[in-house]
């Protein structure tokens, strides 16, 4: 096999794992729970244990290892995640091999495959959001991937978009993810009409008037962050993302048409659907396991169609 690095996306409930060659060949894709459950230590012996296994199935020519991983994140520790527990472990902890290792943020990490490889390639400054459970953006500005002072940029999700609104689980009013995350979908709904455990894509499905409603005020939420977002950094995109974005023109078409209405002496960037989907944090990982390799301009190379990359399921 020729030279490869491991590529490996943290989350809270699994983890994403890959090996991806030189000229962009994913070459395995793996997955395993993530065993928060049993605290900050066991996360990082799993990780330790699942990077050995997919090294053990790549051969000899392990160039780097890269890792996307949650909460505030420098390319050698990873300083602090609240829902894993951790504290300051730098990136050697998870490997036992003797290879340059590179940490990223998880969502700076999918930004940055949807820059390099994705539906941002070729444009130098776009904002990537992922809407799921949760809402974070990677903004990408002049090409690279930008974390703010202290790592906490691009938390979108909590910028207050109603003043008053509804409280937050961070603390504070009105955030956007309140409104417009996926969960909070199907909450609010649920919440209103008394029918529990109801999903976001059934919410955008429904006709329901109390469904239409919580949807309507998702969209205005989003539309309100994307204006702000938009004057304030002028992307030439808007990537969206996450399992909010299947819902396709249901999600897409109102939101571009309340974002047109809010700007008034400019035009709305485009938003366009994301393209590398579940993969992107992995895809993400493994140009940071090339740049700790010293090989960062490698993944501009690829001309896979990612598309038709094994899905890490
Ligand atoms: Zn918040």
Redesign the pocket.
Known sequence: MSSYVVALDVGGTSMKGGLVSENGQVLVTDRRATPRAEGPDAVVTAIREFIADLAARGGADLAGVGLAVPGLVTATSAVYAANLGWRDVPAQAFVDMDVPVMLGHDVRTGGLAESVLGAGRGVSDFLFLPIGTGIAGAMILSGRPYGGAEGWGGEI??IPVFPDGEP?????FG?L??YASAASVGRRYSERSGVPGVKAEEVVASDDPLAIEVWDEAVEALSLALATYTLLLDPSVIVLGGGLAEAGPALFDPVRTRLVKRLAFRDAPPLVPASLGVNAGMLGAALLGWTAAGRPSVGTGWTMDVRSAPAVS
């Open positions: 999700g909590h937050c689980a961070c603390g504070q955030c993810e309140t």
